[in-house]
């Protein structure tokens, strides 16, 4: 079983100035204590979920091309992209970059965006909810032609293309793995049978909410004859783990208990049980300078051990 970490918060000690090697510190001793990705949000205010809005936060591609310097194993990925960002082939040649320059790390995760507030401080068009769902469709659609090395026009309802240059083209073979983020019965999980690599569900809805999102989509495998197997399952979470299960000192109140290792173990184990390929979470003491010993020493060597069920 893999573990990934996402980084969804940039507000450090030492304010901006330190922002950056405190980053580059946190994605060095995740590498280094065993984690096998790293991701980072794509949003430009804080969302609500985590902080107040006008808390620090880094455009997710700069902030993943940094990393990459600084990494030389651990994959990379956006958890997910909106697909309103950016003009979509402009994206698929960001992600290739991000491949090439990782020598062939990166991940493609990719959703219809969501976050009005952020699109209309920012001037960012904020189309209905079915036509970003078909920008998407098209969005997967172009990519795979651009990553095929396929040089022509793509026409499409919403993207008109001339020209599907993208050279060099991604070093993974034959792309970057596609993550569609979300969990729509209907039309995202119709796109990840159809498009995707991976999915990624929620764990705060527990167990038995993953399990039927995964038999959901199974069903949309068998639909359009895609093997299930092909499908990646991942899950994204938040937790706290200390040697000891209490929280360090001037910890303010959390929203989940805090766990010692076996315990960490234990939930893995059981992710690992319903199909989890891969455990994503959002570590709520990453700043912290020990905070990766006990991953490191206990917790990674020991989930590598698992495997998935279904494997």
């Given at each position: 079983m893999k573990l990934g970490l996402q980084i969804p918060i940039f507000t450090y000690p030492g304010g901006p100035e330190k922002l950056g090697e405190t980053f580059g510190r946190?994605?060095?001793?995740a590498e280094a204590a065993g984690f096998d990705s790293i991701w980072v949000m794509d949003h430009f205010f804080q969302i609500g979920s985590i902080g107040p809005k006008e808390m620090d936060m880094l455009e997710g591609y700069s902030a993943l091309s940094y990393a990459a310097a600084l990494t030389k194993r651990v994959k990379l990925g956006v958890m997910v992209t909106g697909i309103t960002y950016r003009y979509p082939g402009i994206?698929?040649?960001?992600?290739?970059?991000?491949?090439?320059?990782?020598?062939?790390r990166a991940y493609f995760g990719v959703g219809a965006a969501w976050n009005e507030e952020e699109h209309l401080g920012l001037g960012v068009p904020y189309p209905p909810l079915k036509d970003r769902f078909e920008i998407l469709e098209e969005t997967l659609q172009m990519a795979l032609q651009m990553w095929r090395g396929e040089v022509a026009p793509f026409e499409g309802k919403h993207?008109?293309?001339?020209?599907?240059?993208?050279?060099p083209n991604t070093l993974q073979p034959?792309?970057?793995?596609?993550?569609?983020?979300?969990?729509?019965?209907?039309?995202?999980?119709?796109?990840?049978?159809?498009?995707g690599d991976a999915c990624n569900i929620f764990v705060w809805q527990g167990l038995d909410f993953i399990r039927q999102k995964y038999d959901v989509l199974h069903q949309r495998c068998d639909e359009?004859?895609?093997?299930?197997?092909?499908?990646?399952?991942?899950?994204?979470?938040?937790?706290?783990?200390?040697?000891?299960?209490?929280?360090?000192?001037?910890?303010?109140?959390l929203p989940m208990p805090v766990q010692t290792p076996s315990q960490a173990i234990e939930g893995f184990h059981q992710l690992a049980e319903i199909g989890t390929d891969q455990a994503i979470f959002i570590m709520l003491n990453?700043?912290?300078?020990?905070a990766f010993e006990v991953w490191a020493n206990e917790?990674?060597?020991?989930?590598?051990?698992?495997?998935?069920?279904?494997?």
């Open positions: 946190i994605v060095q001793n994206l698929v040649n960001t992600v290739t970059t991000l491949d090439v320059l990782s020598a062939g993207l008109h293309l001339a020209e599907t240059l993208n050279v034959p792309h970057p793995p596609i993550v569609i983020g979300g969990t729509g019965e209907e039309k995202t999980f119709r796109l990840i049978a159809k498009y359009v004859g895609r093997p299930w197997s092909e499908i990646e399952k991942t899950t994204l979470g938040a937790m706290l783990v200390t040697p000891d299960g209490q929280p360090p000192p001037g910890t303010p109140p990453a700043a912290a300078p020990d917790i990674i060597p020991a989930v590598h051990k698992i495997v998935p069920a279904g494997r």
